[in-house]
């Protein structure tokens, strides 16, 4: 299956547009390898939205906090992410999904990301994180395949 996410900048936002898709470009063509070493390019916004890295004793409270979480999308995003949890979902680790096409419009302010997959619906938080610390916005999700 092939997911279609549309996001949009903000008038004059085109500079950061460009950023997320030379970001998931890189990614996505890093996967087989460490997309890890793709951060060391990442731009400051993104550095900067990261959280520290968790001790084993906190991961395992924050996991037991997730599990009792009522709406667990929330609790993920607002906990917000290491480097190393973010990027787990665009490596081959990461069996729920990969990066596909990646495309910018003429304009700057549209980015559409396609979602490889096999099962349905898929968790894309990863993503919409990115999309958020980038200053875009989700304006649509479509299965196109």
């Given at each position: 299956?092939?997911?279609?996410?549309?996001?949009?900048?903000?008038?004059?936002?085109?500079?950061?547009?460009?950023?997320?898709?030379?970001?998931?470009?890189?990614?996505?063509?890093q996967?087989?390898?460490?997309?890890e070493?793709?951060?060391?390019?990442?731009?400051?916004?993104?550095?900067?939205?990261?959280?520290?890295?968790?001790?084993t004793?906190?991961?395992?409270?924050?996991?037991?906090?997730?599990?009792?979480?009522?709406?667990?999308?929330?609790?993920?995003?607002?906990?917000?992410?290491?480097?190393?949890?973010?990027?787990?979902?665009?490596?081959?680790?990461?069996?729920?999904?990969?990066?596909?096409?990646?495309?910018?419009?003429?304009?700057?302010?549209?980015?559409?990301?396609?979602?490889?997959?096999?099962?349905?619906?898929?968790?894309?938080?990863?993503?919409?994180?990115?999309?958020?610390?980038?200053?875009?916005?989700?304006?649509?999700?479509?299965?196109?395949?």
């Amino acid at each position: 299956m092939r997911t279609r996410v549309e996001l949009v900048g903000a008038p004059g936002s085109g500079q950061r547009v460009r950023e997320v898709a030379e970001l998931l470009t890189a990614l996505r063509d890093q996967r087989d390898a460490d997309p890890e070493d793709v951060l060391y390019t990442a731009p400051p916004w993104l550095l900067d939205a990261f959280a520290p890295e968790r001790t084993t004793e906190q991961a395992e409270a924050w996991l037991a906090q997730w599990r009792a979480a009522p709406d667990k999308v929330a609790f993920e995003r607002d906990s917000g992410w290491s480097v190393s949890n973010w990027v787990h979902w665009f490596s081959a680790d990461n069996e729920d999904w990969r990066l596909g096409d990646v495309v910018v419009d003429e304009d700057d302010r549209r980015l559409v990301v396609h979602l490889e997959h096999d099962d349905d619906p898929i968790a894309y938080e990863a993503l919409r994180w990115l999309a958020i610390k980038g200053g875009l916005a989700i304006a649509g999700e479509a299965r196109v395949a």
